[in-house]
T-cell receptor
Framework: GENVEQHPSTLSVQEGDSAVIKCTYS??????FPWYKQELGKGPQLIID?????GEKKDQRIAVTLNKTAKHFSLHITETQPEDSAVYFC???????????FGSGTRLSIRP | SQTIHQWPATLVQPVGSPLSLECTVE??????LYWYRQAAGRGLQLLFY??????ISSEVPQNLSASRPQDRQFILSSKKLLLSDSGFYLC???????????FGPGTRLTVL
């Protein structure tokens, strides 16, 4: 079955700098890769996703890249702000599967 | 628009007592439904998922069970709680299998 590994587990960056979180997946049939942000005491919220027919997707300060050959994808947050502090989860799935597989999460802290 | 509700928001129960957590989805029909558990500072563990009324798949053998008595209602139960059942329980729904999932606000369960 699919296995998703996420690194780093914790990340601290200076406000205004960029943050990068990386994930790898094992199942070459995976074709959908969402990213979730979880604030303290709340449920995860989808922030951006990418499908296997594109290599990069951007939404304001957030971007995701996908390398299907290497089976890895990354989340990039530019010009980080205090409200970006949260736990971020990557995930992978394919359209024929009943579930999506989550990474173990990255706790991102933004230093003022 | 679609919304997902969970209740209660917090729960403190003694060891050996029963449990019933409820999740309902509004604004969509025949959703796929999921129960996750999240231990403190940890990732998301898929417990159960359902692709239709009365159809429950269990991911991890444990002290819990799930039921789907109505199309948009998903219930997580236990006959006798263990200390290890403490955690943050999240319900999620999706339109299609392997597609983006939308999470509820969660229930924080403490077993004493």
């Amino acid at each position: 079955g699919e296995n998703v590994e996420q690194h780093p587990s914790t990340l601290s960056v200076q406000e205004g700098d960029s943050a990068v979180i990386k994930c790898t997946y094992s199942d070459s049939a995976s074709n959908y890769f969402p990213w979730y942000k979880q604030e303290l005491g709340k449920g995860p919220q989808l922030i951006i996703d990418i499908r296997s027919n594109v290599g990069e997707k951007k939404d304001q300060r957030i971007a995701v890249t996908l390398n299907k050959t290497a089976k890895h994808f990354s989340l990039h947050i530019t010009e980080t702000q205090p409200e970006d502090s949260a736990v971020y989860f990557c995930a992978a799935s394919n359209s024929s599967a009943s579930k999506i597989i989550f990474g173990s999460g990255t706790r991102l802290s933004i230093r003022p | 628009s679609q919304t997902i509700h969970q209740w209660p928001a917090t729960l403190v129960q003694p060891v050996g007592s029963p449990l019933s957590l409820e999740c309902t989805v509004e604004g969509t029909s025949n959703p796929n439904l999921y129960w996750y558990r999240q231990a403190a500072g940890r990732g998301l563990q898929l417990l159960f998922y359902s692709v239709g009324i009365g159809q429950i798949s269990s991911e991890v053998p444990q002290n819990l069970s799930a039921s789907r008595p109505q199309d948009r209602q998903f219930i997580l139960s236990s006959k006798k709680l263990l200390l290890s059942d403490s955690g943050f329980y999240l319900c999620a729904w999706s339109v299609m299998e392997g597609g983006e999932q939308f999470f509820g606000p969660g229930t924080r369960l403490t077993v004493l």
